[in-house]
């Protein structure tokens, strides 16, 4: 398993990342616990070049094992496409399945910001506020932005409706499979019309990379996902 130092500024937590420091492929791998029953998940970053820019490609796919397979069977798969800015990620595309139901979708229109929500049989159009994320890009947004201090405002979308959630932003140690680790933590400030919760911790010494996730679900189901392994790989490596 390789490493890469993260680079970090001189104020606050702030960072900066430039793709060409990162490696072209991470792999993670996740344990995740559930009141339910454990499942695994995979999740992989590739970095390329799209007309000229950095371009980012992630897909992730949870799997319950064990007796939580019987209960939840199937799988979860998640994508989410787009390029790579000074200020972060830009998607351009989201989309997230689950089990014999149709993908909900988020297609992402800068030049006109436009968002285009798909749902099960109905479609909407929201306007498209400047930095939106979509759930899986969030986690990876900070490798490539800087990260305030205290707390940072974000548009995210799940492909179903867009919402501006606050993030707080804390440091902790993280005893984790893979060893102990200092983590800076994202922490959702619940509002009143939205009660479920969401905690990121990033693990500043590789690249900001999403370690532990800890969340409510839509269905009521709370998780856990706990990294087991990352896997960082070049174009020029064999």
Not at 43 to 71: C, D
Request: hydrophobic share 35%; aromatic share 8%; net charge positive.
């Amino acid at each position: 398993m390789k490493f890469f130092s993260t680079i970090f500024l001189l104020c606050g937590l702030n960072f900066s990342v430039s793709a060409t420091d990162l490696p072209t492929r991470i792999d993670i791998s996740y344990e995740v616990k559930t009141g339910l029953g454990h499942g695994e998940l995979n999740e992989t970053l590739e970095i390329k070049q799209f007309n000229g820019l950095p371009a980012y490609h992630i897909t992730s796919e949870a799997r319950a094992s064990g007796i939580f397979q019987l209960i939840k069977p199937g799988s979860i798969e998640r994508e989410s496409r787009g390029v790579i800015t000074k200020q972060g990620l830009q998607p351009t595309h989201f989309s997230d399945q689950r089990v014999k139901k149709r993908p909900s979708t988020a297609t992402f229109d800068w030049k006109n910001h436009v968002l285009t929500l798909r749902h099960k049989d109905e479609e909407k159009q929201e306007t498209l506020p400047a930095g939106t994320l979509d759930r899986l890009s969030l986690s990876y947004n900070f490798m490539f932005a800087p990260l305030p201090s205290n707390f940072v405002d974000l548009y995210i979308t799940d492909g179903r409706g867009l919402q501006l959630i606050r993030y707080l932003v804390s440091k902790e140690i993280l005893q984790t499979p893979i060893g102990k680790l200092e983590t800076i933590v994202l922490t959702k400030q619940q509002s009143k019309h939205d009660q479920l919760n969401r905690k990121i911790w990033l693990a500043a010494n590789h690249h900001m990379l999403p370690v532990r996730i800890v969340s409510t679900e839509s269905d009521g189901l709370k998780l856990e996902k706990i990294v087991t392994q990352i896997n960082l790989s070049s174009a020029g490596d064999h």
